[in-house]
């Protein structure tokens, strides 16, 4: 079974900057595109960013020039950097991954556990 573990979040004051890590392991054949949502309280999960396996990201408008997401395929990561970061950026954030199990290329939908962060004064 794939699992996903999430690493940073934490508290930070409006302008500071927060980075979250996500490793994938268990049995992984190949790893398509990786993304990070984020969902805050009494709201519906959104898309944050992602980035192709080759390299290719998008980003919400919300978030464009001030986060960056990146991977290094060869450690099955995805991280994201968060810079200048606003209250309205607090939400409990979620790794996704595309990946298919070894000795199949069949691609599932992995998710993380999620990571909170609380941007405040």
């Known amino acids: 079974q794939v699992q996903l573990a999430e690493s940073g979040g934490g508290y930070v004051q409006p302008g500071g900057s927060l980075r979250l890590s996500c490793a994938a392991s268990?049995?992984?054949?190949?790893?398509?595109?990786m993304a990070w949502y984020r969902q805050a309280p009494g709201k519906a999960r959104e898309f944050v960013a992602n980035?192709?396996?080759?390299?290719?990201?998008n980003y919400a408008d919300s978030v464009k020039g001030r986060f960056t997401i990146s991977r290094d395929n060869g450690k099955n990561t995805v991280s994201l950097q968060m810079n200048s970061l606003k209250p309205e950026d607090t939400a409990a954030y979620y790794c996704n991954v595309r990946a298919a199990r070894t000795g199949t290329w069949l691609l599932s939908e992995y998710w993380g556990q999620g990571s909170q962060v609380t941007v405040s004064s």
């Open positions: 268990g049995g992984i054949n190949v790893i398509d595109a």
């Open positions: 980035v192709s396996s080759r390299g290719r990201t």
